[in-house]
T-cell receptor, first 115, second 112 residues
Framework: AQSVTQLDSQVPVFEEAPVELRCNYS??????LFWYVQYPNQGLQLLLK??????LVESINGFEAEFNKSQTSFHLRKPSVHISDTAEYFC?????????????FGKGTRLHILP | DAGITQSPRHKVTETGTPVTLRCHQT?????MYWYRQDPGHGLRLIHY???????DKGEVSDGYSVSRSKTEDFLLTLESATSSQTSVYFC???????????FGQGTRLTVV
């Protein structure tokens, strides 16, 4: 069964500094990977996804993530964060292929932007 | 936004009472999920459905049951609510396996 580990529960970073949120997964088969964002008091929104093809995927607001099969990782990065990026970020994995497939989430990483 | 409606949005109930949360979708997606969100635990899968009357357990299914008699509705029932089931519950839908899920706005349940 698949699982997801987000290594940092909280990440403080100064505004305009770069950030990396780490995600590692465990699966015995091919995977599909996702990053979701949850702004305060809101639901979850898809930030970006890796389904196939290029291992580097980007979002419309400057985030990117790279699928690394050998390291079983899907880390999220942004070269310069803004105060509006304050949120909780969740990594998720799906194995696909089977009728009873499910999507499993990590415990989340709370991103704190410092002024 | 995907057409997902959760009801109620907020509920306070007493220990030992039954509670049913409803998730309604207008997207005709095959897959539906119930998660609970708790501080320090992220989102944990309770139950999910991969078709009408096809459901399966997730990682925290004890104390919960589900039903899906129509494509558009997925019900989560707490047969006898306990304080440990105080949480925010999210419904999600996806069109097929191996693609992203879309989330509802959540239901905040408090068991006193």
């Amino acid at each position: 069964a698949q699982s997801v580990t987000q290594l940092d529960s909280q990440v403080p970073v100064f505004e305009e500094a770069p950030v990396e949120l780490r995600c590692n997964y465990s699966s015995s088969v091919s995977v599909y990977l996702f990053w979701y964002v949850q702004y305060p008091n809101q639901g979850l929104q898809l930030l970006l996804k890796y389904l196939s093809g290029s291992t580097l995927v980007e979002s419309i607001n400057g985030f990117e993530a790279e699928f690394n099969k050998s390291q079983t990782s899907f880390h999220l990065r942004k070269p310069s964060v803004h105060i509006s990026d304050t949120a909780e970020y969740f990594c998720a994995v799906s194995e696909g292929g089977n009728r009873d497939d499910k999507i499993i989430f990590g415990k989340g990483t709370r991103l704190h932007i410092l002024p | 936004d995907a057409g997902i409606t959760q009801s109620p949005r907020h509920k306070v109930t007493e220990t030992g009472t039954p509670v049913t949360l409803r998730c309604h979708q207008t997207e005709n997606h095959r897959y539906m999920y119930w998660y609970r969100q708790d501080p320090g635990h992220g989102l944990r899968l309770i139950h999910y459905s991969y078709g009408v009357k096809d459901t399966d357990k997730g990682e925290v299914s004890d104390g919960y049951s589900v039903s899906r008699s129509k494509t558009e509705d997925f019900l989560l029932t707490l047969e006898s609510a306990t304080s440990s089931q105080t949480s925010v519950y999210f419904c999600a839908i996806s069109e097929q396996t191996g693609v992203e899920a879309f989330f509802g706005q959540g239901t905040r349940l408090t068991v006193v």
